[in-house]
């Protein structure tokens, strides 16, 4: 086994990948160190226990997910090629889909991806307005789209069906 002490990022990585593969059981000391090919030890230089260690995964993904948006909001360009460059990125993060499932036991997750929403939900307004469509149902209406196609358990290319989606978008303005 490998001794060499990783750094807090390897250990986030890891817990993605482990989470994307295995579920929220997969995130403690133990699996993550056999994964890394190191010591628990490793583990608790960087976290003060496993739920610390959760903390750590939710805030790099949170800060992540919101930095997105804030770099969405100073795009400029064809409204409906950012709303499909915005859906196609959601879609896109495995990592996405797993949190969604561990937040269904999880409050803190939960949490966490509900302030998400709201900022994406905000933004997808913003770029419905820009269609003429100022009803908030429809910004609702495609989180959920984005939210729900990755865990259909239908052989369906998730990226068209959301194309679909804004082409009638693009239709009704």
Known sequence: MNSTRLSPE?????GFTA?????????????LAR???TTKGSFYWHFKDVPAYHTALLRHWHSK??????????EEGPADIRLRNFGHGILADQTEAALRVWALNNSMVAA???????????????????FGLRNPAFGQAILGALIGLP??????????????LVDTIVALA
Request: a negative charge; proline letters at 5%; one cysteine or more.
């Open 10 to 14: 390897k250990w986030i990585d890891a």
């Open 19 to 31: 989470l994307c593969a295995q579920g929220p059981q997969a995130l403690a000391a133990e699996p």
């Open 35 to 37: 994964q890394l090919g």
């Open 65 to 74: 997910a919101l930095a997105d948006v804030v770099a969405r909001l100073g």
């Open 112 to 130: 966490s991806m509900a302030e998400v929403d709201a900022e994406r939900s905000q933004y997808l307004n913003h770029l419905l307005r820009q």
């Open 151 to 164: 865990h259909l358990q239908i052989e369906t290319d998730t990226p068209d069906a959301f194309d679909a």
